[in-house]
C-alpha cells in the first residue's frame, strides 16, 4: 500500500485547510485509514480515522473542528480542518491499517504534509 498525502500548508489562526491522502496497491484491503499528526518535541498522536464502513474516531481536541470523510470508490480519506489553532500545527501523517488475515494487520503512512498556522 502506498499512500500520498496532500494539502499542508500556511494558514493564519482561524482559518481552514483540506488534507488528502490517496492509497494505491492492495488497497482493496485497508480496513481503516486516518491521520496522525506530530508537532516538534512531541510524540505522534492520532487526530483522526475513519473504518471503511464509515465509523469515525476523533482527538478530543480536533472533535468540533476536524471532519474526516473517506470516498471508498478512490481509497482517499480526506481530512477538513476548521478554526485552526497555533497548537494545531504540526506535520500530518496518513495512516492506513491493511488487514492480512483475521488477526493480523499491516500499518502505512504516507510521506507526511507541515501545517503551519501562524499569523
Known amino acids: 500500500v502506498q499512500l500520498q498525502a496532500s494539502g499542508g500548508g500556511l494558514v493564519q489562526p482561524g482559518g481552514s485547510l483540506r488534507l488528502s491522502c490517496a492509497a494505491s496497491g492492495y488497497a482493496f484491503s485497508i480496513s481503516d485509514m486516518g491521520w496522525y499528526r506530530q508537532a516538534p518535541g512531541k510524540q505522534r498522536e492520532l487526530v483522526a480515522s475513519i473504518s471503511r464502513g464509515g465509523t469515525t474516531n476523533y482527538a478530543d481536541n480536533v472533535k468540533g473542528r476536524f471532519t474526516i470523510s473517506g470516498d471508498n470508490a478512490k481509497n482517499t480519506v480526506y481530512l477538513q480542518m476548521n478554526s485552526l489553532k497555533p497548537e494545531d500545527m504540526a506535520v500530518y501523517y496518513c495512516?492506513?491499517?491493511?488487514?492480512?488475515?483475521?488477526?493480523?494487520?499491516?500499518?502505512?503512512w504516507g510521506q507526511g504534509t507541515l501545517v503551519t498556522v501562524s499569523s
Open positions: 495512516h492506513a491499517r491493511r488487514r492480512l488475515n483475521p488477526t493480523t494487520t499491516s500499518d502505512y
